[in-house]
């Protein structure tokens, strides 16, 4: 009795703090007042492929911005997870696209891109690597000392491994292994890049359970099921990405980082869905198909919409709901090690600059991931 007590106790501290976060709790620890710098593909894209193609996108329009009225180029029903952690950070407007012609970038920017991958370059988006160029053909916005200051988030890699399994049905242990190593390589090349440029403070997103997403289940016609191929490839991606971040932080002076255990934290959602108050978590909330999960926005595409977002885990195929966004956003500030480690984000903001790292990223080991406390009581107490 005392065990169901207790685990409803931390149910209710979470729910409590993903629903009722108040701008307050966070100006009181001393939180610098430094930058927020994206980088990725279409879940941190702040509307950039609209102002880099000049094209009109579906994002761009209503239903996307749904539960804000406001169609800004993000796919979400409203604001997206660095939205949320600039707020917390203290930073008084949402994450702007880079791309914007006159955009304020002083508090930073996103660089990320809709379609964006680490290896390829998709047509009217950025690979990860020109998105670095860019940023550094914008550095003079920022003084040196600022960026070293700041915080630096990347979410890539869906699109590789997407396009990777839908090219190659029949790839072999050996070609999938592989191909991780290249993207892993190529990110951390560009990791580097940044590091070069001034930038020390990372927060570097593992990749989601790829095989889960509603477009892949529609797609790979797996029904109630994950296509547990694609899972696979992001498991072997995501147990290498920690350990060549760990190589960064011994090789680089002053490199730090923390990882986002993305892949678990939407693996709870998705098998254990009232534990987080969604009632879909296998189908989106708009778009056609056996799984709603393409078309969304699209005008030649008569799409289903959901009548409460807030039930639904993914808005479209392969995005989350602005609700699911807000809690990530939580736990990448404030969670504990189950979730993201060696360190939150609002630790590795305020840990020391030109510092070396005293912790570093460690393999989870026999967990029960569906159990698992995601955030930390006693430091959202301190909020």
Known sequence: MACNYNLASVLGVVLVFTLFHDPITVTGQNIPAVALFTFGDSNFDAGNRKFLTGTRFPQNFWPYGKSRDDPNGRFSDGKIVPDFIAKFMGIPHDI???????????????????????????????????????????????????????????????????????????????????????????????????????????????????????????????????????????????????????????????????????????????????????????????????????????????SKLCEYQRSYLYFDGRHNSEKAQEQFAHLLFGANPNVIQPMNIRELITYPVNTNMSEFWKEPVGRNLLLVHEYDVNASASM
Request: proline share 4%.
């Open 96 to 302: 702007p696209p880079a791309f914007k012609p006159g955009v304020n970038v002083s508090r930073g920017a996103s660089f990320a891109v809709d379609s964006a991958s680490i290896l390829g370059t998709a047509r009217d988006s950025l690979n990860l690597n020109n998105q670095v160029r860019r940023f550094n053909q914008m550095i003079s916005n920022w003084k040196e000392d600022y960026i070293t200051k700041s915080l630096f988030m990347i979410s890539i890699g869906t699109e590789d491994y997407y396009n990777f399994t839908k090219n190659n049905p029949t790839a072999d242990g050996s070609a999938q292994q592989a191909f991780v190593i290249s993207v892993i390589s190529r990110l951390r090349n560009n990791i580097e890049m940044l590091y070069s440029s001034g930038a020390s403070k990372f927060a570097i997103y593992t990749l989601p359970a790829l095989g889960c997403l509603p477009i892949v289940r529609q797609e790979f016609n797996t029904g109630n099921d994950c296509y547990e191929k694609f899972n696979d490839l992001a498991k072997q991606h995501n147990a290498r990405l920690g350990p060549m971040l760990n190589d960064l932080a011994r090789a680089r002076s002053g490199f730090q980082f923390t990882v986002f255990d993305f892949y678990n934290v939407i693996l709870r959602r998705t098998q254990r869905n009232m534990n987080f108050r969604y009632s879909f978590t296998n189908v989106s909330c708009c778009g056609i198909g056996s799984h709603n999960a393409f078309g969304c926005g699209r005008p030649n595409v008569h």
